[in-house]
T-cell receptor, first 111, second 112 residues
C-alpha cells in the first residue's frame, strides 16, 4: 500500500514568512510523529499525536512551531515567522505498533 | 528521560570487512530497540529491531545484540558492501505508544 507522504518536498521561504508542511500517514496508523533533522545531525523529536489523545508537544523548540492533526489522518506542521535556524529537513513518521514508517521529508530553506 | 549514546560517529571499512555500531541507553524500562538506515537524501528505514525478551536477532548479514544488564545494544554488519554506506541510527523506546529516543547516528563508509 501507499507509504507516508509529505508535501512539499522542498520549500524555500524568506525569513519572517510562515510555512505549512503536510504529512499524510499510512491509513489506519494511529500514531504520528514529527521530527527535525538538521544537516548531518540526528533526529530531533518535535511533536507526537496518538489517536484522539492530547498531543505531546514537548519537543517543539519555540512557540513559533505548532501542529495539528485531524483524527487519524493528515497532519500539518506550521512554523510562523521563520528564522534561518529553522532550515532543516522535517520528517514525519506514522506507526501502528512498534515500527515507525518515515515519510520522505520536506527540506525547508529559510533565506 | 531516556538518553541514547551512539558510537562511533563515523566508521570507515573496506568492502568485505565487518562493521559494529554500539549504543547505550539509560532507562531500564526501555524494551524496544530499532535500527534505521538512512541513505543520502532518503528517508530512514527500519533494517532490524530487537525487543527486550531476546538477546540476539539476525537477518542475513545484519545482526543486533542486546545486553539489558549493561543497557547496551549493538548492530553488526558482516561482509560489508558499498551499498551498505549510509547513516545508521539506533533508538530506544518503552513500546509502541512511547516516543523513541534516537542516537546521533553513525556514518558508515564502505570502500570498494
Amino acid at each position: 500500500g501507499a507509504g507516508v507522504s509529505q508535501s512539499p518536498s522542498n520549500k524555500v521561504t524568506e525569513k519572517g514568512k510562515d510555512v505549512e508542511l503536510r504529512c499524510d500517514p499510512i491509513s489506519g496508523h494511529t500514531a504520528l510523529y514529527w521530527y527535525r533533522q538538521s544537516l548531518g545531525q540526528g533526529l530531533e523529536f518535535l511533536i507526537y499525536f496518538q489517536g484522539n489523545s492530547a498531543p505531546d508537544k514537548s519537543g517543539l523548540p519555540s512557540d513559533r512551531f505548532s501542529a495539528e492533526r485531524t483524527g487519524e489522518s493528515v497532519s500539518t506542521l506550521t512554523i510562523q515567522r521563520t528564522q534561518q535556524e529553522d532550515s532543516a529537513v522535517y520528517l514525519c513518521a506514522s506507526t501502528q505498533g512498534y515500527e515507525q514508517y518515515f515519510g520522505p521529508g520536506t527540506r525547508l530553506t529559510v533565506t | 528521560g531516556e538518553n541514547v549514546e551512539q558510537h562511533p560517529s563515523t566508521l570507515s571499512v573496506q568492502e568485505g570487512d565487518s562493521a559494529v555500531i554500539k549504543c547505550t541507553y539509560s532507562d531500564s524500562a526501555s524494551n524496544y530497540f530499532p535500527w534505521y538506515k538512512q541513505e543520502l537524501g532518503k528517508r530512514p528505514q527500519l533494517i532490524i529491531d530487537i525487543r527486550s525478551n531476546v538477546g540476539e536477532k539476525k537477518d542475513q548479514r545484519i545482526a543486533v545484540t542486546l545486553n539489558k544488564t549493561a543497557k547496551h545494544f549493538s548492530l553488526h554488519i558482516t561482509e560489508t558492501q558499498p551499498e551498505d554506506s549510509a547513516v545508521y541510527f539506533c533508538a530506544a523506546s518503552k513500546g509502541g505508544s512511547y516516543i523513541p529516543t534516537f542516537g546521533r547516528g553513525t556514518s558508515l563508509i564502505v570502500h570498494p
